[in-house]
């Protein structure tokens, strides 16, 4: 029998490791499979946010959130795939800048629209229940929940579906699968609007119980960046991973000695990572 | 400007080569001296803001712009400089001697960027997107810190009451120091880009991995640039504290490094006026205008985006096309000439000895070079053959560092060499020259042919005088005579040659540096059979002028028929038999293989 | 009946450099055309021009009637050309059944029974990675995948390089199989007995050019062997 306080804390640390899984998940399909640095895929998570305070604002029930998010990223991943990535394709500095431009756009579009302040999204989602021995917010456990459905979802899709074949084919060897039939240029599309349209559907989870603000995205951005070159490119395992170290460590440094401490390391570990093993844990590219 | 008096002036300056450059240095003199007139004092106050956070740009626009990596967290060593210099100008309140200190505010933060990136860069050439993540994530490192150590730092409230300079008061005379720093960094850094230093870096942004075959430790060059720029930041950081009186977190954080890219971006990386020019005309526009317009930091985003997209050169990189129809500024005409000094010693071995012993090199099981053991020795021209997949290309790149091999010896000269960098190769005097010719496509014919005279011949400080774009050596002469298509292509850039003149090009650019051992893999490619004639009475001709060795891939019977003198024919990774052309066309199983019957 | 396969004064290369100077040829339904020349020929780069992953620079290409100018390498399977490159064959990541399904609307792999039966390796293998089989047997999986596709043209670029000799002669069979069907192929190889074996016509390449064509049987094996050998 676990006492209460242990438990808690398991919890604490699932919550927080979920809430990192679900925010890199856009990434580790854009950056991980495609190879393209989108440094606005926090503004994406944002954006999904945001659809909920709109919502909110018209009257609306919150989930009708998620038909606005997915159609707002999904209209503006289509575009700057088509205008800005895909031309940009054989220059990753240029399209890490492009992407760069676009977040800081989308950032102030949204400062201007919104005001600078943060957003109160009104639910229930404090309200606790009980669960093992212990009091939890069910939302979070809801979230914990959902986190976990989505990637196995997204792992079966990527490893059973034909359409994940396909990608999975296109990025070992475009030149063959071109000459197998499949369009190549279509199907990065779609990956990348499924992409940044994951991150919209994160940002909606997360509304309810993070604060909403026009610069909220920076950190979710930082952190994807950090899990993937820490756990690897392109696989489960590297995903998984870089989470565990990365979530890991935030969380446990934060609780030795401080928050910004627990920051620091995850910097530093990255460093280190992006310096001595660039490809990650188990990197595959 | 009377335009029909002044042509003639014009075409004698542009007669006089390298005048065009000056301009931007000295209209900058001028707007600086004429600011505080035109406007008063507090203008001369904010623009000066803006000068410092420019020469920071301006650092920022020499890597990305000239040597092609780029720098995301570049604010770390400007506020870096700004907490040095804020915390030793208060402590030198009480004791005068701390003002002596003030310098090491510059460099201290440049010497950590310069370790930093000899680091980063040592363990890959290729780190390029990975080393910008690092400095974002020190920078990152830096805000923390100056959050977190707020007896040091004053935290997030900062570092206040910082005093002015002795002597110049911050609304007046601070000024003229802050236009100093600013004339300075620009006119230095103009100078340096059209140095032989200048002309390398173009090189390693264009094609690094091509440099490092002529000697050239390209990681450190590329540590010592970052170096330099960041002390153009930490300096920029160090006039900033008195200026400002007050230092935050902000100084050395992620917002401002942003900022820093954008000024440069949209300024003209390749340029330093540029990046000054971006951050002070956008900087300070965008202070002016943020808080009146809502939009205007989306103003702003887009104009970064389109500048990305479409004009990667920025405005100042647009207008110099636009003035740039004349005839190319980089020749030096009517320049003296000067003789070019020997090659390094060690670059001239004594005798073309290579030898290979049971080398065995292989990926994820598949083995590519499977027990090569092969001998070279003396002068003479090899020709080493075989069918495809045999390992041929791999066997140089094993030599020269492109290709790690897991057993066995490789020794040139006495040297194990088997791990060795590709600039430690070559600098034993091994020369490359590689299938689809690779030579510097943005630089024109003359720099190409420059930098591989400066190879093995040029030492560290001589690259920053003018002289070692003066050099000439006899053997360029010859070589010239042997190609007379590149005399007449001098002023072209080498990515516009047809197929055969850059062939011809990176021949003799491999043979300049007067190499033991020349590596040539399928050198006529391509090429026409006059060409292929050509290009192989000019290696037979070099190879005996420089009393050199070659090893030439072929698959052209008839031109390995006019030039080997021996014949090495490989098979699956080793090597199959060698002797005189006839002795192994008449090799049975030399026939079998190529035949097809057992493969 | 138009030909499985026209090209006419096929011009192309890398850049501006000319690597083929004007080739061509036909080629009617069920029959081989065998493509040979020393390396650096310029074979590999007709393959490439023929399947459309390089563009012509003159010239014309067309498969069934139909002009393959405006057809990119992507839409060419679904016009009826297949093609299997030299190098990097197949997909490493994925299994060896993966690789052949690829394509398929079912998971239907009754069309691959000839040859798992001439190649039992292969149908051992089915779950493992492709990457992790050897050079030889990555290629038999790229000629029963090629074959499975069952396009009426075929392009296929040194099929036997690192196959042993016996599953040689079974690769033989199988595609002289399909021309009885009405498959056409284009096959460039190294290897003159599985050549001979399988063409109708031959296509001899030196620099660019081609010095030499026609029905096989104006050719003996002596004459094929003096273009090859060094």
């Known amino acids: 029998m676990m006492d209460s306080a242990t438990v808690l804390t398991g919890l604490n640390l699932g919550y927080a490791l979920c809430t990192l899984a679900l925010t890199t998940l856009g990434l580790a399909i854009v950056f991980g499979l495609l190879g393209v640095m989108n440094m606005a895929h926090g503004e994406f998570v944002m954006l999904g946010a945001y659809a909920v305070v709109v919502v909110q604002k018209l009257g609306l029930p919150l989930p009708a959130a998620v038909p606005l998010a997915i159609a707002i990223c999904g209209a503006l991943g289509w575009a700057v795939e088509r205008w800005l990535i895909r031309p940009l394709y054989a220059r990753p500095f240029d399209t890490l800048l492009a992407t760069w431009g676009l977040s800081i756009l989308l950032r102030n579009l949204v400062e201007a629209i919104f005001g600078k302040g943060y957003q109160n999204v009104q639910s229930s989602a404090a309200a606790p229940m009980a669960f093992l021995g212990t009091s939890y917010p069910a939302y979070r456990l809801f979230l914990m929940a959902l986190t976990v459905v989505l990637m196995l979802a997204l792992v079966l899709w990527y490893r059973r579906s034909n359409a994940g074949l396909k990608v999975r084919a296109m990025t070992g060897n475009p030149t063959l699968a071109r000459a197998l039939g499949i369009d190549t240029g279509k199907l990065a599309t779609r990956a990348f609007v499924m992409g940044v349209v994951l991150a919209g559907l994160a940002g909606v989870l997360l509304a309810p119980i993070v604060r909403v603000e026009p610069a909220m995205g920076v950190d979710y951005l930082l952190n994807a960046f950090f899990v993937l070159v820490v756990g690897g490119l392109g696989s489960l395992a590297g995903l998984t991973s870089g989470v565990g170290l990365i979530g890991g460590t935030q969380a446990g440094i934060s609780s030795l000695i401080d928050q910004t401490a627990g920051y620091a390391a995850v910097l530093v570990l990255s460093i280190l990572f992006l310096w001595l093993r660039p490809q990650g844990l188990y990197g595959r590219r | 400007m009377a335009a029909a008096s002044s042509r003639p002036a014009l075409s004698i300056t542009l007669r006089l080569g390298g005048m065009r450059p000056w301009v931007a240095p000295v209209l900058l003199a001028a707007a600086l001296v004429l600011l505080p007139f035109v406007g008063n004092e507090f203008l001369a106050y904010q623009i000066g803001l803006f000068l410092l956070y420019g020469v920071a740009a301006q650092g920022v626009a020499l890597c990305w712009g000239r040597l092609g990596f780029l720098p995301l967290g570049h604010a770390l060593f400007f506020g870096l400089g700004a907490y040095l210099s804020g915390g030793i100008l208060k402590a030198a309140q009480a004791d005068a001697v701390w003002y002596l200190l003030l310098p090491l505010a510059a460099l201290a933060p440049a010497v950590l960027a310069w370790a930093v990136a000899r680091l980063v860069f040592a363990r890959s050439y290729h780190s390029g997107p990975y080393f910008s993540l690092i400095t974002l994530a020190l920078t990152m490192l830096g805000f923390l810190a100056a959050n977190r150590f707020s007896s040091l730092t004053g935290g997030f409230n900062g570092m206040t009451e910082i005093p002015e300079l002795p002597g110049l008061d911050r609304y007046g005379a601070m000024y003229w120091a802050v236009a100093a720093l600013a004339l300075v960094s620009t006119t230095g850094l103009t100078v340096m880009l059209r140095r032989p230093i200048g002309t390398l870096w173009s090189a390693i942004s264009q094609n690094e991995d091509r440099l490092q075959f002529f000697g050239f430790a390209t990681d450190r060059m590329k540590a010592l640039a970052f170096g330099l720029s960041a002390l153009c930041a930490a300096a920029a950081g160090v006039l900033f504290a008195p200026h400002q009186g007050i230092v935050t977190p902000q100084t050395v954080g992620f917002l401002l490094s942003t900022e820093l890219v954008i000024w440069a971006a949209v300024g003209g990386k390749a340029s330093p006026f540029g990046a000054l020019l971006g951050a002070v005309l956008v900087g300070y526009a965008s202070s002016e205008l943020r808080d009146n317009f809502a939009y205007w930091e989306v103003v702003v985003a887009i104009a970064f985006m389109a500048v990305v997209r479409f004009l990667p050169d920025g405005i100042a990189g647009f207008v110099t096309r636009l003035l740039n129809r004349g005839p190319a500024t980089s020749a030096q005409i009517s320049a003296p000439v000067e003789a070019a000094p020997a090659i390094f010693p060690a670059s001239r071995s004594s005798r073309a000895e290579l030898a290979f012993d049971d080398v065995y090199s292989g990926a994820s099981g598949i083995a590519i070079i499977n027990g090569l053991s092969l001998k070279l020795s003396g002068p003479g021209v090899r020709c080493l053959i075989g069918p495809n997949g045999a390992g041929k290309t791999s066997t140089f790149n094993t030599l020269t560092g492109r290709l790690p091999s897991q057993s066995g010896s490789i020794q040139f000269a006495d040297q194990k060499v088997g791990r060795w960098a590709a600039w430690r190769v070559a600098r034993l005097g091994i020369g490359r020259k590689f299938q689809i010719p690779s030579v510097f496509s943005q630089l024109d014919v003359r720099d190409n042919l420059a930098i591989a005279l400066w190879a093995n011949r040029l030492h560290g400080l001589q690259s920053l005088s003018n002289r070692p774009k003066q050099w000439q050596t006899p053997l360029l002469q010859e070589l010239l005579n042997l190609f007379p298509a590149l005399r007449n292509s001098l002023d072209i850039p080498a990515g516009r040659l047809s197929q055969g003149d850059r062939q011809a090009l990176e021949f003799v650019m491999m043979a300049l540096p007067e190499p033991r051992l020349m590596l040539l893999d399928e050198p006529c490619a391509g090429l026409s059979p006059g060409e292929t004639q050509r290009m192989m009475d000019a290696i037979k001709t070099v190879a005996q002028r420089l009393d050199a060795a070659a090893l030439v891939i072929e698959h052209d019977m008839s031109a390995v028929e006019r030039i080997a003198d021996h014949v090495y024919v490989m098979h699956q990774g080793r090597l199959l038999a060698e002797g005189s052309l006839a002795q192994v066309q008449a090799n049975e199983k030399v026939r079998a293989v190529y035949a097809g019957g057992h493969k | ?230």
């Open chain 3, 1 to 230: 009946m138009s030909a499985a396969l026209e090209f006419r004064d096929v011009v192309a290369g890398y850049g501006d450099t000319q690597v083929l100077r004007g080739i061509s040829g036909s080629l009617q339904s069920g029959q081989v055309l065998g493509v040979l020349g020393r390396n650096g020929v310029g074979k590999t780069t007709l393959m490439r021009a023929l399947s459309g992953f390089i563009p012509l620079m003159e010239g014309e290409v067309g498969a069934a009637g139909l002009d393959l100018a405006d057809v990119p390498p992507q839409h060419r399977l679904a016009a009826g050309m297949a093609y299997a490159p030299q190098e990097d064959t197949v997909f490493g990541d994925l299994s060896v059944s993966e690789n052949l399904r690829l394509h398929l609307r079912t998971r239907d792999m009754s069309r691959y029974q000839p040859y798992f039966q001439a190649f039992p390796r292969l149908e051992e293998r089915a779950a493992q990675r492709a990457g992790s089989l050897s050079g030889g047997e990555r290629k038999l999986l790229s000629f029963t995948r090629t074959l499975g596709l069952l396009a009426p043209l075929s392009l296929m670029d040194e099929p036997t390089e690192g196959v042993q000799p016996e599953n040689i002669t079974k690769m033989a069979v199988l595609l002289r199989a399909r021309c009885e069907a009405g498959a056409a192929f284009v096959v460039v190889e190294q290897n003159l007995s599985f050549l001979m074996q399988i063409s109708d016509h031959v296509l001899v390449l030196d620099h660019g050019e081609c010095v030499a064509g026609g029905p096989l049987a104006l050719f003996t094996r002596e004459k094929l062997e003096s273009y090859l050998v060094v």
